[in-house]
């Protein structure tokens, strides 16, 4: 999210009721804008198929192909994501900017190469679904894992309109390409798979022209990336248990009680997996007033201490930059809090008017609220684990990110076979711990930030090449006797 914390300093400027509907629509595009458009998408798809006269086994086709498509997705390019993130900010700071684009294109790549591999391998078991259909969920993979890594990189674009442009244009694509193939007599489950194909395809385009406006061309290897792999390897362990934790209790489910076959492997639980849907969205205070209140309130304080600490400040300085660094944090992160449980209860209390009118039963109900409260614990405490790498404690984030994943497989596992409340104690359970865990240890970190600053570097440098720099290296002199990319 490079960046977004200065644009969002020019829109908050004027004080104006727009102005500030403009910056939380900007934090709220870049932190959770991919995902609230899957959901709204999945919603849309699901109400043209209802109105096409779809069956319910169809429908529940599509909806797993489509959840597959993103989880898997989702879950196969956590493993970069975090890394690829540091390696962006790194590249950043020294001016490189042209080494930027050239890692997005090599994680792609990468990832894409094994991924779709697995994921065909696994839709060719599911003989009862059209070949057609699985093709179209296979396509969907592929382009999601590009545009889930291109969100890691849009926050440092700036290009807010056009990001917003790209978004409303996806959109639009898709449900316009839905309500024309349906009218024209396409099946229902073929014809909104392939118009969500088109408007992912449209954004993922779309993304990466904004990305082309602001950085370079490219010069250099496509995967330099991977040297980060040597020098920060906890990233990918972090990026990767984060976001299985978040799901790890709805897969949890499929194998349990309450799961159902839908063809070969894919498996469903349609009430928990329903409730779960909406539960999601308890997390989207925190995901925006994290990005709101951290990039304009509280990096402020922290590029002040570090400006001090790299730029000659004497003692009484630092140490003055360092409490006051301490005391935004602290601030921020107990309105972050505050926010998140009044936002919660409020939506735990009056979503279940509209749940109800949508078919909704009391067990389902209950699933929602336990799961509402869970994600809530779980933004909070996924903020906490963020702040720990800005504060570069990987140990921290680590031990934080396992604990949530964890936590909430045993404790599902444990409950999985107990009455409807019991649903989503394991995401409460694991959330809880996250937030416990990760709150504790950023403090106690912060604390003593002087003495992690100026005596955790090593005193002289480790000029050691691990396996990953080698691949790197040699991919640079690859790339290098070729004339570089993009040259």
Known sequence: MAGIGFELKKLFAGGGAIRKVRAYACAGIVSSGTMLLSMALLIGMQRLAARAGAGEREREQLVALVVYAMLSSMLLTSLLSTLLSRFAADMLYRGADDR??????GASVALMVPGGMLYGLMLSRAEAIPALDRALSWLLFMELIPVWLEMGYIGAARDYRRILAV???????????????????????????????AGYGFMLVGFMGVLNRRFSKGSGSAFAFVEWLDRVPSL??????????????????WFGPLGEAVAGPLRHAPTHDAAAFYAFLA??????????????????????????????????????????????LRQEVFRLARIQVCSMAA??????????????????????????????????????????????????????????FLANALVTGWTIHGPPLYCGVGLVAGGALLY????????????????????????????????WTRMARWFEGRTDAKGGVGR
Not at 168 to 197: C, Q
Not at 364 to 388: C, E, P, T
């Open 167 to 197: 978004f409303a244009s996806g959109v639009g694509a898709a449900l316009a390409a839905g309500w024309i193939l349906l009218h024209f007599g396409m099946p229902a489950a073929t014809a909104l798979l392939l118009s969500l194909a």
């Open 100 to 105: 930027v684009l050239p890692s997005l294109i």
């Open 436 to 467: 416990a865990v990760s709150l504790t240890r950023l403090f106690t970190y912060a604390a003593r930030i002087d003495r992690h600053v100026f005596c955790g570097q090593p005193v002289l440098p480790d000029e050691r090449a691990g396996r």
């Open 236 to 253: 990918a362990a972090i990026g990767f248990l984060n976001m299985a934790g978040a799901f790890v209790h709805l897969i949890w489910m």
């Open 283 to 328: 997390m989207l205070p925190t995901s925006v007033n994290f990005v709101v209140s951290v990039e304009v309130n509280f990096c402020r304080e922290y590029r002040r201490y570090f400006d001090f600490v790299g730029g000659g400040g004497t003692l009484t300085e630092i140490r003055e930059a360092r409490d006051c660094m301490v005391a935004s």
């Open 347 to 404: 939506y735990a209390i009056l979503m279940p008017y509209f749940l109800k009118k949508i078919g909704f039963t009391a067990d389902m109900i209950a699933m929602f609220q336990v799961m509402s409260i869970g994600y809530s614990a779980y933004a909070v405490g996924n903020a906490m684990m963020l702040l720990q790498l800005y504060f570069d404690d990987r140990g921290g984030a680590l031990l934080s990110a396992a604990a949530f």
